[in-house]
Each structure stands twice: as C-alpha cells, then as structure tokens.
C-alpha cells in the first residue's frame, strides 16, 4: 500500500528507497558487502523516512561497533 499518491515526487522516492534495498540485498547475498552498504546508503539518503532501509543500514553500522551512526540513522 502506498503512501502517498502514484505519480507524486514521494512515491518515487519510496520506489526508489525499495529498489535500492533490494538490490542491496542482492549485493550482500553475491559476497559483496561494500556494494550492499553503498546502496543501503542511497536508499537511505533518497527517502530518510524508509524504515526498512533505516534499519537495515543502523544494522550494518552497529555489527560494526559504530553505534554513534546507528543513531543517527534511527
């Protein structure tokens, strides 16, 4: 269900957070970490309200003892 009405500059951000979460997943499911942080970022930066991506990329960063952007994340 969406958010916001189709055709709006909001749903495109949010089809674009999802996108970039998925290929995401698909970067960390080949072995490539990097990759996969790089675009837990963008979907984050494109669309901050994105939970998934948030808490995704908080993930990333606290399996890495960097709890200071996790919270900056949340």
Do not use: C, W
């Not at 942080?37 to 990329?57: C, D, I, M, W, Y």
């Amino acid at each position: 269900e969406r958010l916001a009405p189709p055709g709006t500059i909001e749903t495109a951000r949010a089809d674009r957070a999802a996108l970039l979460l998925q290929q995401a997943a698909e970067a960390d499911s080949a072995g490539n970490g990097d990759r996969a942080v790089t675009l837990l970022r963008e979907a984050h930066n494109s669309n901050p309200g994105f939970a998934p991506a948030a808490q995704k990329l908080a993930r990333h960063y606290l399996d890495r003892g960097r709890r200071a952007d996790a919270v900056r994340v949340m």
